[in-house]
């Protein structure tokens, strides 16, 4: 038995994201403000991000000591094809728009581009490295 | 929906069925019997087939999706008889249709019973209110196959297209951004096909060779083969094989440690679609090299 029932979905929870594949193809990425980055010599970038922890891990690394500048920073380093992504967003090019230029730079098939291009959005999300906004017309930002 | 000229048209094949859609649908979901297409907005095209062994009852299978609609509120099942139109389509099966209604979305579809080749297929088209182009889905009932006539069965998805010998069955796939592979199995005789892309990246820090030492483990047994560099049809390409040992004994250690005795490789660069192919066969008898060039001479990216 359950003790607590499941919330369930508003048809207005889904009213504010998007509820087709064309329509999430439509928002466009926003780098965050808090990533600095560094071009290396081969081309490819290298993201410098702060880490967020939760607010008891963060209190806890406090009393042992443990929290310094270096340990609230991480860094990734972008591939060739994702650093060519990621000089791409602008805000203003959408999820399509890069699938379209990754197809016709590298000839992938546009279900290939597609999948690897929002699996590296996605990646990219989750470490708070961008966030998305919604395609003109709509309002509000919305942030992965 | 805009279908666009039916000369436009795609093919997509997989495990024995084959069908021609509109350029813009994609396969969105794939398993070893199953397919689901979607366009720009959602799905559109479910194949779900299954080898029959014994007699087939349309009965059963109608009462399950029935069953299974009244379970799903608000969806509203029911047989019908089969639309005048789609009856030449599929004058080859015995066939039972079927329609149903949720509140947002409607299909239609049909039950497929082919006796040649012992193949049941569930197949419907999703329906929104807007899309209601019937030209779509009886153009693609008329191109549909269950079967091939010629004992090759074709394979095409994601661009990637090949023929290869009914008695080999698909036993693995996947398609991960930049390496796409199928796996098929007759007996002790593996067949393997990869798609390695794009071959500018991949080949950035050397040529195919040094690729190809670097990626091995990726192909299991085909560091056995002893690869050397190779001109095939013009493209540059690896090819390597290793042959075992005819002795009785040496075959029966063979099957013991599962190694396979007889292997051969090729792998060649397709410039033109910035792509990297490559066919892999292995077995504990000797290969039908034959049979392996015909693999390779249709195996291609479109």
Known sequence: ?144 | MDSGKSELWKTVAWNGLSLRVPPQWEVSSLATSYLRLDDEVGPVLELKWQQIRGLFSFKTHLEKLSRLSTSTPGVDFQEIPLPHDWQQALRNFEVQSFVWQSTEVSGKGAILYCSECQKAILLQFYQKQRRGDSRIPLGILHSFRDHSEDGMVHWALFGLRALIPQRFTLVRHRFHPGHYQLEFQHQKEHLHLNRWGPADLVLKDGDLLAWFHKRCGELNWCHAANMREYNYDGKPALQGQSQGSIAAASRLWARMTRKLPYIWVRIWHLASRNHILGVAAGGLKPLNEQMLEEVCSNYEMV
């Open chain 1, 1 to 144: 038995m359950r003790w607590f029932k499941r919330r369930k979905p508003s048809k207005d929870d889904f009213s504010k994201g998007p509820s087709s594949r064309s329509e999430s193809l439509a928002y466009r990425p926003v780098k965050s403000l808090e990533v600095s980055e560094e071009k290396l010599d081969s081309g490819e970038v290298v993201l410098t991000y702060p880490l967020t922890l939760r607010p008891w891990l963060l209190s806890l690394a406090t009393r042992l000591g443990l929290r310094s500048e270096e340990t609230r920073s991480r860094k990734l380093q972008l591939d060739e094809m994702g650093s060519l992504t990621w000089s791409l967003l602008d805000g203003k090019r959408a999820v399509h728009d890069l699938v379209d230029f990754v197809c016709r730079r590298y000839k992938l098939n546009r279900r290939e581009a597609e999948v690897a291009m929002t699996g590296f959005l996605r990646d990219l999300g989750k470490r708070g490295l961008i966030g998305f906004r919604a395609p003109a017309g709509e309002e509000g930002e919305k942030s992965t």
